[in-house]
Structures are given as structure tokens and as C-alpha cells.
């Protein structure tokens, strides 16, 4: 029995042995699949709701969609040029169990609109167009058939048309910027005053071109606000509109804002049980100055930038590193994905943001893995076969598949006769993380339950199974949902939570007989609001960079 034992524990010695040398990677990959040819609508506008259903929409004022409107409803629309008695939806709920829609019903023009989640999962989206620009309007996630859209009169103090809304720690959102506002505000709306001056968006309009609509807004580790607009940012307090620091623009000068559109991420934040958290920004792609008016005056459509730029923004001396992408691209999508890669998708690599001024279909995704040497981060995807030019999206689901939809240059419908059509199609990304090779390698968080609840400062015990090998340590990461429109999504943030222990629950017999094996990590949650504001967050539990299936979880 005793020489039994030896040999057993020895075997066990060698698989640890290999267990330790054993490394996941992936070769170039993912899946594109085709889940709805129509929709209905082109969806300009997206966002996850903590029941796993995703709200769409595009506008109002330019004809009749694809979708009818419930039980035979119609709405009269004066300011549509088409058909001012509409009785179709521009707004949908997408199902993401079911791959199902059903219309929503929204009373006013949300074109080029801005949202965010609030702390108890109802989403809160502002402004749009000409009716739309002063109206706030939210939507409460049910899961029955009978939620839908509310409309908020006067809801904004200013008309908000191209803005950018980012929520706060308090769980208020704030407003910013929008086509001739130079200025933010709050939502729901404060005392006196409300309306606050912001220079440095009248600083970074270009005359003719803009340059500085729909900025990139992402919350500092300090509490300020990080704002970039057109090729250059600045850190400031929002509580007493003081700008705390003057970031440098971009080598080059070129725009990297609407029309001249890029994208950018805060990359994942790490070590946050440290008294001073880094912080890093990636903006990638737009286009050179000058390429929305030779678009839009000339029929010239200047090659697109082919650049990411990267900058710590909480360095004494921040300064951007800049790095070649495989290819050009305006109008993509960035999409940080569970495992902390971040996720190039959509647009041309030709012309600018705006109707009818994109060429060049990009169809191949790259995905950049931030943890690499500088020059070894890009790795390049599998296409997919349908242009998403402008007007598209992409969001992550809690599965970690993408979801991918839109693409209209038009101003209104249009199928037939032109270089793109309006695409009502959705598809989803399978990261090569999906694919069946790596099965082994996926956990399966089994506590908590999705729909927990979480407070900040406290460790957390996440129990998992897998049924392959654990090359340690594992990561929990968290995801707050992103409202995604014109290829920027809004209130994007990944966590990495620290990670206090690990241990093994289950027996080391029942692995050696095909079961699965059983852990339990310990991890400390955030903090403070200001490094994760309250609200709804996908957990994922990640091994071997492949991530389990995430699970909601509230933060407060």
C-alpha cells in the first residue's frame, strides 16, 4: 500500500512538473457568425443590459424601418421627409439567449445620442437630434414584454447632439461636449450651475472639420476626468472645472475625433490595492487633417491613419508612444475583451466618419494584446465578408463573443444603387479563445450566483471548476457594460482584481478519474467608486488567457 502511495505521489510530482510548463496560445483565428439577417433597424446605437438583452436603435426622421411598431401603433412624425405617419420601430430588444428582437417605441429623434448605465441597470441615454437634442429618456431592463422606452421633457439643460456621457462615482453621468457646446453638464441635472464652460473644446475645433465631437471620456484613478479631443487631452476636475493637467498631442498632429474618427480605451486596470493606480490610454486609427472636407467638397478620400498612440496618464511627464498598426483604419470599434486583449473591429481604411464619406472596407479584426513588447501587439483576425462602415457597432456579451451590427452612410435607408447599403444584419466575434481547442482551458465560475451582489473593500471568494490544467496564478476580471455609438463605447472599463490566494477544493482523485477540478480564488474587490463606479459589472474568471463565461455582479 505504502509503495502504492510512493508511486502515486510521484506521478502526481510529474504532471505538476507539466502543469507548470504548459502555455495556452493562439494561433490566428475566431469565427464570425451570422445570428439575424434583419433586424429591422441599422443599429447605430448599443448597449447591454444586465438580463442579457441588448437595446438598439438609430433614428427617427428618415422613413420607415424594417420593423413595424407593436400592436399596430403608429406615431406621427412631422419632421421625417418620408413619411410623416410612421408606424415602423427605431428601436429594438435584442435577445441574446433567445437570438430574438421585439420593437421598442421611441417618441423622439435619438440620432447621434450618448447613454450609460446607471448603479441599478436602467439605461439612462441623452439627447440626439433637432426633437430629440434637449430630451433624456430611460430604459428599464424587464424580463417580460412590456418594458420600454420613457421620455424625459427638458431632461438636459443644453441640446446635446455628438456628446460623450461617462458615469461618476456618486452615480450621477456627466455630459460632454456635443456640436457647438463647448461646456458639460450633469444628469440627472444639480443645483446652480449646471451648464460649465470647458475651453478646451473650443480649443480643439477645427474650423470646417471639428475635429472634437464625441470625445473620449474615461475616469482617472485619481477621481479627474481624462477628456481627449481632436489630437491631445487634458486631466480635469470636473467638481471645481479645473484642469489638473495638460497632456501633450499626439506626434503628427492628426485628428483623432469625429469626423475624424478613431477609437481609444482605458487599457485594464491592474494593482489596484496600490496607493497610486497607472493608468494607461490607446487611442488607434482616424484620419489625417483635412480628410473630411477633401471627402466631403473634393470626392477625395485620403488614406486613413495606421497608428495607435499610448500614453500613462499618470506619469509626472505623460508622453504618447506611438505604434504602427497592421493595417489603416477610421471608423473602427475597440472593444476590450475579458482577458484584457483589446479588439480592433469595423470601419475603412479610406476617407472619414459622415455620410457617404468612408471607403475601403476594413474586414479583417486585429486584436492588440496590451502585456506585449512594444512592436509584437498586434495579431490579425479572421475577416468577415460585410462592410461596417459608418454607423456601425460592436459590443462585448457576457459569453465573450462580439456583437457586430450597423452601417449606414446614408441619410436615410437605402438598399439598392450605392457603394454600401444599409445593413440591418447582426453578427457575432468568436475570439479564437472560444474555439473548441481551448474547452479544456475555459473555468466555469460556480459562486458566486450571477446577480450577486458585491461591496467595495472586501474579499471576495470566487469559486470555479475547469477540466483541464491550471498553469497559475488564474485573474478575475470585471466588465462595466459600454454604451457604444460612433465608434466609441462610452463607460468601457476592465478591472483586475488583486489576487489574495488560491487553493484546490477538490479531491486530486476524482481529477485523475475525468472529473472536473475544483478551486476556489480569493480576490479583493475594488476599493472606491472612483476606480469602479457603482452599477452592473460582468465578472469573468480567466485561465490560461481563456475566460470563463462571465457572471453579473452588483457594485456598491
Request: with cysteine; hydrophobic share 35%.
Amino acid at each position: 500500500m505504502a509503495a502504492r502511495a510512493t508511486t502515486f505521489y510521484a506521478l502526481l510530482q510529474v504532471s505538476l512538473q507539466l502543469l507548470l510548463t504548459c502555455h495556452v496560445t493562439f494561433a490566428a483565428g475566431g469565427k464570425w457568425d451570422l445570428l439575424l439577417s434583419n433586424v429591422g433597424i441599422s443599429a447605430m446605437h448599443m448597449q447591454l443590459l444586465p438580463n442579457d438583452r441588448v437595446v438598439m436603435f438609430d433614428r427617427t426622421n428618415f422613413g420607415p424601418s424594417n420593423i413595424s411598431l407593436p400592436n399596430g401603433n403608429c406615431r406621427n412624425n412631422p419632421q421625417d421627409a418620408v413619411s410623416k405617419i410612421d408606424c415602423t420601430a427605431h428601436s429594438i430588444e435584442y435577445k441574446v439567449e433567445s437570438n430574438t428582437i421585439r420593437p421598442l417605441t421611441v417618441q423622439s429623434n435619438t440620432w447621434c445620442s450618448s447613454g450609460s448605465l446607471r448603479p441599478d441597470g436602467v439605461l439612462v441615454q441623452t439627447g440626439g437630434d433637432r426633437d430629440g437634442e434637449l430630451k433624456a429618456r430611460t430604459f428599464t431592463p424587464c424580463s417580460d414584454e412590456e418594458c420600454d422606452w420613457v421620455e424625459i421633457n427638458n431632461g438636459l439643460a443644453r441640446r446635446r447632439w455628438y456628446s460623450s456621457n461617462h458615469i461618476l462615482p456618486d452615480g450621477k453621468q456627466i455630459i460632454i461636449g456635443g456640436q457647438r457646446q463647448f461646456n458639460y453638464e450633469f444628469f440627472p441635472k444639480t443645483t446652480s450651475p449646471n451648464v460649465i464652460d470647458l475651453p478646451f473644446l473650443a480649443e480643439t475645433n477645427d474650423r470646417g472639420e471639428e475635429n472634437n465631437l464625441y470625445p473620449y471620456v474615461f475616469l482617472n484613478t485619481d477621481g479627474n476626468l481624462f477628456i481627449f479631443a481632436n489630437n491631445r487631452a487634458i486631466l480635469l476636475d470636473y467638481v471645481n472645472n479645473k484642469v489638473v493637467k495638460t497632456y501633450p498631442a499626439i506626434p503628427g498632429g492628426d485628428p483623432r475625433s469625429y469626423p475624424s474618427t478613431g477609437s481609444a480605451v482605458l487599457l485594464p486596470l491592474k494593482n489596484l490595492e496600490a496607493d497610486k493606480i497607472d493608468a494607461e490610454v490607446l487611442v488607434c486609427g482616424g484620419a489625417p487633417k483635412g480628410s473630411f472636407i477633401l471627402a466631403f467638397r473634393k470626392r477625395t478620400f485620403v488614406k486613413a491613419l495606421d497608428t495607435c498612440a499610448r500614453i500613462k496618464i499618470n506619469d509626472e511627464d505623460p508622453q504618447w508612444t506611438v505604434e504602427k498598426m497592421p493595417r489603416a483604419r477610421v471608423m473602427g470599434d475597440m472593444t476590450l475583451l475579458p482577458n484584457g486583449d483589446v479588439l480592433l473591429i469595423n470601419g475603412g481604411s479610406a476617407g472619414s466618419a459622415a455620410w457617404e464619406l468612408g471607403r475601403e472596407p476594413v474586414f479583417v479584426p486585429d486584436l492588440y494584446h496590451p502585456e506585449n513588447p512594444v512592436n509584437s501587439r498586434f495579431e490579425s483576425l479572421n475577416p468577415n465578408t460585410i462592410p461596417r462602415m459608418y454607423h456601425s457597432t460592436a459590443i462585448l456579451l457576457r459569453d465573450g463573443r462580439v456583437l457586430v451590427g450597423g452601417s449606414n452612410p446614408h441619410g436615410f435607408y437605402n438598399f439598392t444603387g450605392v457603394l454600401f447599403p444599409t445593413e440591418l444584419s447582426l453578427e457575432a466575434f468568436s475570439p479564437a479563445y472560444l474555439e473548441p481547442e481551448f474547452a479544456k482551458f475555459r473555468p466555469k465560475i460556480t459562486s458566486p450566483k450571477s446577480q450577486s451582489t458585491i461591496t467595495y473593500g472586501t474579499n471576495l471568494k470566487v469559486k470555479f471548476k475547469v477540466s483541464g490544467k491550471i498553469k497559475g496564478p488564474v485573474k478575475v476580471t470585471m466588465v462595466f457594460p459600454s454604451f457604444t455609438t460612433h465608434s466609441f463605447s462610452m463607460n468601457q472599463r476592465l478591472l483586475v482584481l488583486d489576487n489574495v490566494k488560491v487553493k484546490r477544493t477538490s479531491s486530486v482523485f476524482g481529477a485523475l478519474f475525468g472529473k472536473s477540478k475544483h478551486y476556489e480564488v480569493q480576490v479583493r474587490t475594488p476599493r472606491s467608486a472612483i476606480i469602479a463606479p457603482p452599477g452592473y459589472y460582468m465578472m469573468f474568471l480567466v485561465n490560461e488567457n481563456v475566460p470563463s463565461e462571465g457572471i453579473w455582479v452588483r457594485l456598491q
